[in-house]
């Protein structure tokens, strides 16, 4: 060990609160606070490109599909009654998934395990059955909108 380091002290050894534990005695007495380094920002690295640079393409063009944003004159809320009116039970099933998962949440507050675990497999299955509802109406929807073309 060279001369300018005080070995490290051990538990019978009482070491004062102000001095630290990590740096050589030479370096706690020459050791200064130093100001930071000024920053200066970095003119030398590219700017990121703007939008107008980014070359972007349309969207594919799908046959027989239509994009089922707001159709004008459409509003948010219009939208949504339509869109339950075309499948009711991927609301229902997220209404259900939500309820669930707020009793499941409130069981692991009230720390009644057993409901907890029985309510969040609850919730997988709703959630399942919501994504079942979903993909379903789909293919529903589809099959309609293929009989309407034939």
Request: hydrophobic share 35%.
């Amino acid at each position: 060990m060279p001369d300018d380091e005080t070995p490290p002290p051990t538990s019978s050894q009482k070491v004062p609160e102000n001095e630290f534990l990590y740096l050589p005695t030479s370096a706690r007495s020459a050791a200064a606070p130093a100001a930071p380094a000024a920053v200066t920002p970095d003119t030398t690295s590219p700017t990121p490109p703007s939008d107008r640079d980014m070359f972007h393409l349309p969207p594919p063009k799908i046959p027989g599909f239509t994009p089922t944003s707001l159709q004008e004159g459409e509003t948010g809320y219009e939208k949504i009654k339509r869109k339950t009116g075309e499948n009711p039970f991927v609301p229902a099933g997220a209404l259900l998934t939500a309820g669930v998962l707020c009793v499941g949440l409130w069981t692991m507050k009230t720390k009644n395990r057993s409901l907890s675990q029985k309510m969040m497999r609850a919730r997988v299955a709703a959630q399942g059955a919501t994504i079942a509802a979903l993909v379903g109406g789909m293919m529903w929807q589809n099959r309609d909108t293929d009989s309407d073309q034939n």
